[in-house]
């Protein structure tokens, strides 16, 4: 049997399993050892959980639970309606300052809890009540929290950052660094079309401002004191300390990931059980039932992932696919668009996890031969990803969102995507343009 065949024979065998229903995790691995029972040698099946074990048994991963941790504590307390009111205070004067405030919300929440669903939860949960009752329309403010619920797996501590390191065989401090100045491109981007669409709405509004259209909410004026402002900050501040003091251990060489990771979560148990009183049983269970089911979900899928890789390499249907696409001569831009477009249809099917795991050992190959920083790429293809979180079938934020506002429905929920989705294609044509976006922070703190 020719490896094209083989090849085929073993995307049909995944594709089919996935489809299915049969949960991810155990879909790529029941793939995988069917496969190395019909064509490697009897002995391999012998090794499975040996090499299960090897793939997981890495420093790199170890941060995971710890960060997962770390985002489930701050993410089961009102630390995230906390930051969000005390942007809300502090930016009432801005035109459009409560979507802004929404995305910045986002943006700190995703770089303290690196969860995506925490962050559309922590966020939404108060945001998406606060907009929809100051005037802003039910689909705008659901997909305003999504598309800021994204920057959970570009910002670190990103778990599919960390992932990529693994699967690239780079180094995580680099790829943390490098996901920053992306991040904040999108945060720009969002706050920008947040404060566009508030002007539309508005404009809306006062053209029929008249009985009782005048009362529209999202023509009132608010305004909060000096002293509103300066009470919303207490309870944010230790959390934001905690932010910056995770990021200076860890990008100024004090601790390694896993150290970091390991002192993140300590902390953060810390600071909610000082500042929310979260310290009976009854109020910390829900943490480690949280982190603990989350991990096992995750370790799981990326164990039978590297799994589902191992069997790809052995059978050399990876590298005969890195030759094939090779081969194609398509020119460099040409190669980048074309796998990221692949990546964009398994986010219509596939977790991000999965995604890096399972195409990795394909794609990094040949875009490394036709020169492109891996590092670059790994930020890139998150972008790439995020649009995966808001855009159907799989959309995992627009679910979140719709859990959490069930009234509004999945209709106006997609629609109010669709221009993040669009906002983060146009992020990925800047950074295509000016890599230094993402590459000057981890160049200059690593002397290269």
Known sequence: MTTLQLGLMYGGATIAALFSGIPIAFALGGVAT?????????????????????????????????????????????????????????????????GVAVVLACGLFAAMAGSSPATCSAIGSSGIPEMRRRGYSPGFAAGLVAAGGTLGILLPPSIV??????????????????????GVLLVILFALFAVFQWRREYARAAKGAVGEAAHHPILADEHFTMRERLTSLPRVLPFLVLLTGVMVALYGGIATPSETAGLGAVMAMILVAVVYRTVRLSDIKPIFQGTLGESGMLLMIIGMSLLYSYVMSYLHISQSAAEAIVALHLSKWMLLTAILLLVVCLGFFLPPVSIILMTAPIILPPL??????????????????????????????????????????????????IPFVLLMAIGVVILSFLPGIAMWLPDAVYNK
């Open 34 to 98: 069917i496969f190395m029972a019909l064509f490697m040698p009897a002995a391999s099946l012998d090794t499975i959980a040996q090499n299960v074990y090897e793939e997981l048994a890495s420093i790199t991963l170890l941060t995971i639970p710890l960060f997962i941790l770390k985002g489930a504590a701050i993410g089961k307390s009102r630390a995230g309606k906390d930051l969000y009111d005390a942007l809300h205070t502090w930016l009432g004067r801005v035109p459009g300052g409560l």
């Open 161 to 182: 950052l960390i992932l990529y390191a693994v699967a690239s065989e780079q180094s995580l401090g680099r790829l943390f660094l490098a996901g920053l100045g992306p």
């Open 368 to 417: 490394r031969a036709a020169g492109f920083d891996l590092i670059w790429f790994g930020v890139v293809m998150a972008i790439v990803m995020e649009m995966g979180l808001i855009h159907p079938p799989v959309g995992l934020n627009i679910f979140v969102i719709n859990r959490i506002a069930p009234d509004i429905g999945l209709g106006p929920i997609i629609r109010g995507t």
